[in-house]
């Protein structure tokens, strides 16, 4: 089955410890990309990889950081997390190439900084 | 700037029909797409339009008038499940980038 798998799917946690959030997805997707999603702000684009080893900033990137090593996965890393990345994220992922294609989404995660 | 404006939230009574608009301003314009959203859950795929008229699916329809920069979402015969939230999203360029709207929540009352 063609997914995005997110985990951990929830995490409380507390400010400055570093966490990381795994993203990987089955369909040889070039495009990947992560999200974050607060009440009334709608879909914010932390980073975005076109391609293995090739990352960009996205509307919202300080305070995390994504590596692309491999094509399927696209992790996110908060070094030193804070309260206000306390939010629900989405790792996503597409084709490239012709018409663009829609996104496919992971389940999102749903975090919590103390 | 670039910008996407949908209203905040609307409210559609079970079996009726809803039209959820969506405007854009973007540097250029290669799409536009459509998604739902449950509470809680990732958004998933409803639409896309690149070229101006009405595309049907089902019980959804989408519109784009490029010259107007205007989209609409229409559901037909609302069913309580189509409550969620309904997200409109530009792509502007070649670069596979979208630009998101805040979303519309749409509530179904009986």
């Known amino acids: 089955e063609a997914q995005v798998t997110q985990n951990p799917r929830y995490l409380i946690t507390v400010t400055g410890k570093k966490l990381t959030v795994t993203c990987s997805q089955n369909?040889?997707?070039?495009?990947m990309s992560w999200y974050r999603q607060d009440p009334g702000l709608g879909l914010r684009q932390i980073y975005y990889?076109?391609?293995?080893?090739?990352?960009d900033k996205g509307d919202v990137p300080e305070g995390y950081k994504v590596s692309r090593k491999e094509k399927r996965n696209f992790p996110l890393i908060l070094e030193s997390p804070s309260p206000n990345q306390t939010s629900l994220y989405f790792c996503?992922?597409?084709?490239?190439?012709?018409?663009?294609?829609?996104?496919?989404f992971g389940d999102g995660t749903r975090l919590s900084i103390l | 700037g670039q910008n996407i404006d949908q209203p905040t939230e609307m409210t559609a009574t079970e079996g009726a029909i809803v039209q959820i608009n969506c405007t854009y301003q973007?540097?250029?314009?290669?799409?536009l797409f459509w998604y739902q959203q449950h509470a809680g859950e990732a958004p998933t795929f409803l639409s896309y339009?690149?070229l101006d008229g009405l595309e049907e699916k089902g019980r959804f329809s989408s519109f784009l008038s490029r010259s107007k920069g205007y989209s609409y979402l229409l559901l037909k015969e609302l069913q309580m499940k189509d409550s969620a939230s309904y997200l409109c999203?530009?792509?502007?360029?070649?670069?596979?980038?979208?630009?998101w709207g805040a979303g519309t929540k749409l509530i179904i009352k009986p």
């Open positions: 999203a530009v792509t502007p360029g070649s670069n596979y980038q979208l630009i």
């Open positions: 339009n690149v």
């Open positions: 996503a992922s597409r084709a490239m190439g012709g018409v663009p294609q829609p996104q496919h």
């Open positions: 973007t540097s250029g314009f290669n799409g």
């Open positions: 990889s076109m391609n293995v080893e090739v990352t």
């Open positions: 369909m040889n997707h070039e495009y």
